[in-house]
């Protein structure tokens, strides 16, 4: 714990137990050594097809994830990161059958100090797959209120998760962030610099930070939104509601965005297809490598696109 209002817990601390009072002694004891099938209270479901393959594509295209990675997945308990999880904990099954990529899956949350967040559906669901789960509180919205000018309490917060995320990954020694954006979100962050800023670019489906230490990924990039939103609502998986205060009262660009290609994509049912390829050059690599790298990475694309997903 390093200061008073952060604790970074795994689902083995008493003192997690203790705050969050989730988890009775004898699963804490006993949850290495049962089956997920004996522990899951929410039943599996395996993804759907065209989805898996839509994750495979920029997990193998990419390298997102190699032999002896930690990943640890971003989960917030909306419908994305939960999708998120469930699906890298599916090709994490995949790779073990084949023998293939043998990599460490878990999952942390960042509670803002939203007073309606309660994460024990979250802690719930994680020992359900017997995987580690952390949990840090920050009064991230408390001090967003403080702040003068701040032009957008959502953003702030973003920023400040993210660097707490990456500080807690570096904390417990785990070297790849897993986040939920999806291909909605990448359209959605193009058109926005291209409108605000007059710049072609959007987020990137991996990079590194810059002191090296830690790979951020999006294995979502090609997946739509509402794909996910079918899949978390048909699968029951334990979605939280939209809590936050900040993101009831301000109405964002991205939101006006996400309006606009919802109009558009009337008028051009394949909109999102087409998007799908034009942006691939500007999210494949991190913006600080070479054209050469570049051309590789969408070179791999290609090649996978023809081939079968683990």
Known sequence: MSTPDIHSFTPNDAYFLQMLDIWDKRVVVHSQQLSVAEEAKIPWHSPPVEMYKRVCEAIHGLGMIKEGDKVLVCLSGGKDSLSLLHILHFYQMRCRKNKSTNFKLGAITVDPGSSAYNPRPLVDYCRS???DYFYE????IGAAKKLKNLRSICAYCSRMKRGRLA????LHGWNVLAMG???DDVAESFFIAAFQNGNLSTMKAQYQTRDGTLR?????VFVRERALREFAESRGLPVIAENCPACF????????MKQLLAQQELIFPD?????RSAL?????????????????AIENIVKFSKGKAV
Not at 249 to 256: L, N, Y
């Open 280 to 296: 691939r050059p500007l999210l494949l690599v991190d913006s600080a490598r070479t054209d050469e790298m570049r051309a590789m």
């Open 129 to 131: 797959l017997n995987i």
């Open 249 to 256: 009262t301000q109405a964002t660009e991205r939101h006006r």
């Open 216 to 220: 951020v990924i999006r294995p979502l």
């Open 271 to 275: 909109l999102f297809n087409s998007l």
């Open 137 to 140: 509180e920050q009064d991230i």
């Open 181 to 183: 954006q999806h291909m």
């Open 167 to 170: 500080a807690a990954a570096r």
